[in-house]
């Protein structure tokens, strides 16, 4: 019961534009973004709750699609410290967050 | 206000023998979660506990494996007879309350190697 996170992996040039995708196979009450760079802790990017709302974070932005069942982390004109691998994690309302296997994001200069 | 803090950050163990890891949650949190992850994979749900109680398990094997958080304290998640597929990084994140608007955040994480 495990998220499904497309694609695995991404390669980008600096400055261009990348969309990370979170489906679930049962209803969602909320999804949870974090960002983990390679050796540390992963670090929150942010919430999205049922109701098909959208949140921005300067360049990163997310949708939570609830009809779906999925959220979409849209990163525009990528930052070298973009790099690191996305995770999204959905909660299922038993308050208890299941993440996916990640999305490998590299950028280039 | 320090952030969730875990020790040891390294710890190696042979096999048979215990290993305890431990959360600090951040202050004023009295939720705590612990995942598991193996190399080039994503965290993997272990156990919810709020103080005092084991809120959620599920993912948490059942022999070896047991967590608690007690009224004062760090939480304790320990590993008994460790074996090598024991090794991997444990991450624990706590936060404020229950509900699905609540921010969790990581502590650094145990990185176990099994000998």
């Known amino acids: 019961q495990q998220p499904v996170q497309s694609p695995q992996a991404v390669i980008l040039r600096e400055g261009e534009d990348a969309v990370i995708n979170c489906s679930s196979s049962?209803?969602?009450?909320?999804v949870h973004w974090y960002r983990q760079k390679h050796g540390e802790a992963p670090v929150f990017l942010m919430i999205?709750?049922?109701?098909?709302e959208q949140k921005g974070h300067e360049k990163i932005s997310a949708s939570f699609n609830e009809k779906k069942q999925q959220s979409s982390l849209y990163l525009t004109a990528s930052q070298l410290s973009y790099s690191g691998t996305y995770f999204c994690?959905?909660?299922?309302?038993?308050?208890?967050?299941?993440f996916g296997k990640g999305t490998r994001l590299h950028i280039l200069p | 206000n320090a952030g969730v803090m875990q020790n040891p950050r390294h710890l190696v163990r042979r096999r048979g023998q215990e290993a305890r890891l431990r959360c600090s949650p951040m202050?004023?949190?009295?939720?705590v979660y612990w995942y598991r992850q193996l190399p080039e994979e994503g965290l993997k749900f272990m156990v919810y506990?709020?103080?005092?109680?084991?809120?959620?398990e599920s993912g948490m094997p059942k022999e070896r494996f047991s967590a608690e958080f007690p009224k004062e304290g760090p939480s304790i998640l320990r590993i008994q007879q460790v074996v090598r597929g024991d090794s991997a990084a444990y991450f624990c994140?706590?936060?404020?309350?229950?509900?699905?608007?609540?921010?969790?955040?990581f502590g650094q994480g145990t990185r176990l190697t099994v000998v």
């Open positions: 994140a706590s936060s404020q309350h229950w509900g699905a608007d609540t921010e969790a955040f």
């Open positions: 049962k209803a969602l009450y909320s």
């Open positions: 999205l709750l049922k109701g098909g």
């Open positions: 994690g959905t909660e299922w309302g038993d308050d208890k967050i299941i």
């Open positions: 202050k004023g949190h009295s939720h």
């Open positions: 506990l709020q103080k005092e109680n084991i809120i959620d």
